[in-house]
């Protein structure tokens, strides 16, 4: 119990400084603008395809009904290709613009670098100039790790909410026909899923945060290990499925990022479960590493 | 309850090949405010450190108000720390760091207690200011601030002085000079002089290696030695080692006797009463008469 309120008191702490901080206006500014520009590349891209399917290919004469079969196509050819052509969440995402599905992809391959940016010097940067020895006469070094850890994904959480409703809005707006009702069905799905995802990185960052005194270290290190999990699983996707090397893309995280979005509760799950254990491996590992060390 | 606040036993600490601590046995009790004393590289830090959990010994074993610090949990609420070169967060609110700091150590009013330690040490005008605006003396005082809030039954400073100017270091010194009875105090510095006017007890460190351990009046020998400032005339040195008591006698330069004698038997008034009378009566002029010894004569002696 006292553990627990410890947890708290850093959580609510960290948090409040975190927030009145200029940091995390900063960082709210650097995900809003990385997801903007994705916005506006895949948008734009979208809305010239769409444009020349409604004028008709030069030279041809394709009627109304005819095009809009074609952009019909056109989008189940991208929703099968960014959900490996799985019908049930083809079917599930149907009525989702495609622009929200690739800037989610996208955001998906660059937000644990965006995680480890945001947390990078949690606990590095306070072992190295020693303020930490100001918590730890006063609570356990697991509680401080849990409560900074909180704290980093409480910011996520907030940040993640804010940009994915900022995308949606911006959807609607391009598409007339994405009704309210499955914008927010939606946007709460599309939300959890990030949640799920970045939970398990930023354990990571904890992680990595542990390791070093020098938060510059930290950072770096954690950009290695984040470059290794994405060589795993592509590796692992590009060999045979004779090759032993196949393995290697279950032991990335981002490996089971594809099902975060699946209307069937197994699949959900099991990508869920994923998550959650990766997270706690990071946490452990980071509960090893800052209660072995000396402050 | 045992009427030791700190117990250490063989405690060593290693970082890579180098011994920082070695094997330094030393108990501290409860009420007391007690020295820690050695030069630069002596291991008073590390010593220190091991003493407030921050680090593990590699031998060796500590208890601290009968707990080992390294517990999880363990020292919450039984110690304040002022740790040495450990900088406040940056991005808080002195007031606001103090009240957080106050409700992780589970003080029922945290504010109250923020803004009574921050008084302690002179410190009021600080409460909205940010810690990365602080002067060295200020961040100084803040930190010492967080160590007393709650008035924890043990305080560990490790240069409480440092780097403050004469009229602060002298209130800090008074704040420690009022724990003394009710907490427990142990205080690390290169000061002497301040050791010596604060300390019921000191462990003078070199190198790592214990060198001595004591009240103040053991280390200082002002139980058992005692020094005549001469102005002018002869002393017979065989004479004065033969009145009673008197173990041995010696000049230190021209004009400076030093007298030992037998602390457990006789009491000093008595001896010194003796020796200043036998002065007297062959015409030897006395400037004064001091007890014991200075604490940084002691340690220069040891170290």
């Known amino acids: 119990m006292d553990g627990l309120k410890e947890i708290l008191v850093i959580w609510a702490a960290e948090l409040r400084r975190a927030v009145r901080s200029g940091r995390a206006i900063v960082l709210l500014g650097l995900y809003s603008m990385f997801s903007a520009l994705v916005l506006l590349v895949v948008g734009f891209v979208t809305r010239e395809l769409q444009s020349q399917l409604n004028a008709g290919l030069p030279g041809s004469t394709m009627d109304p009904d005819m095009a809009a079969q074609a952009a019909d196509q056109m989008h189940r050819g991208v929703l099968g290709f960014l959900t490996s052509n799985d019908s049930a969440m083809m079917e599930a995402l149907a009525h989702v613009p495609i622009v929200v599905l690739i800037v989610y992809k996208i955001t998906l391959f660059f937000l644990p670098a965006y995680i480890a940016l945001m947390g990078f010097d949690q606990v590095s940067g306070e072992v190295g100039p020693r303020s930490m020895r100001y918590l730890t006469v006063r609570a356990r070094r697991s509680s401080v790790l849990l409560g900074k850890f909180l704290s980093q994904a409480t910011l996520l959480v907030g940040l993640v909410l804010i940009i994915d409703l900022a995308i949606f809005i911006y959807a609607r707006i391009l598409n007339a026909d994405f009704a309210f009702g499955v914008l927010v069905l939606n946007l709460l799905k599309f939300w959890s899923a990030t949640i799920v995802f970045s939970l398990a990185y930023v354990a990571l960052t904890s992680f990595c945060s542990s390791l070093f005194r020098n938060p510059a270290v930290s950072l770096v290190f954690n950009f290695i290990l984040l470059f290794v999990f994405w060589l795993m699983d592509s590796v692992g996707q590009a060999v045979s499925e004779q090759n032993v090397l196949r393995y290697l893309r279950y032991l990335s995280p981002s490996h089971y990022s594809g099902n975060l979005l699946h209307p069937k509760l197994a699949e959900f799950a099991t990508s869920g479960a994923a998550y959650a254990a990766f997270a706690a491996v990071f946490l452990f590992g980071a509960y090893g590493v800052l209660r072995a060390r000396d402050l | ?303």
Not at chain 2, 26 to 50: C, E, W, Y
């Open chain 2, 1 to 303: 309850m045992s009427d030791l606040a700190i117990q250490l036993n063989n405690v060593s600490k290693r970082f890579g090949p180098k011994v920082a601590v070695n094997a330094v046995s030393l108990q501290v009790r409860q009420g007391d405010v007690f020295g820690l004393i050695g030069p630069n590289g002596a291991g008073k830090t590390t010593t220190f450190s091991m003493m407030c959990g921050y680090l593990y010994p590699s031998e060796g074993s500590l208890q601290v108000m009968g707990v080992s610090p390294t517990a999880p949990g363990a020292l919450k609420g039984r110690v304040g720390a002022l740790p040495q070169d450990a900088v406040l967060p940056p991005g808080w609110e002195v007031g606001a760091l103090l009240m957080y700091w106050a409700r992780l150590s589970d003080l029922p009013q945290p504010e109250h207690e923020a803004r009574g330690a921050l008084e302690k040490v002179g410190l009021m005008e600080a409460w909205k200011v940010q810690t990365q605006a602080l002067s060295h003396g200020m961040a100084k005082r803040a930190a010492m601030a967080q160590a007393l809030m709650g008035r924890p039954p043990l305080v560990l400073l490790d240069e409480p002085t440092a780097g403050l100017d004469p009229r602060i270091a002298a209130q800090v010194r008074q704040v420690i000079k009022d724990m003394r009875g009710t907490q427990t105090v142990v205080v690390s510095s290169h000061n002497l002089q301040e050791l010596e006017e604060l300390c019921d007890a000191a462990a003078i460190l070199d190198k790592g290696s214990l060198a001595q351990a004591g009240t103040m009046s053991e280390l200082t020998g002002q139980g058992a030695e005692f020094r005549v400032q001469l102005a002018r005339g002869d002393v017979i040195i065989p004479e004065i080692t033969s009145l009673p008591g008197v173990t041995d006698a010696r000049m230190e330069g021209t004009d400076v006797l030093r007298v030992r004698f037998d602390g457990q038997a006789h009491k000093a008034e008595e001896v010194i009463s003796r020796t200043v009378a036998h002065l007297l009566q062959h015409q030897v002029l006395i400037l004064g008469v001091s007890r014991g010894r200075r604490l940084e004569d002691r340690v220069l002696q040891l170290l």
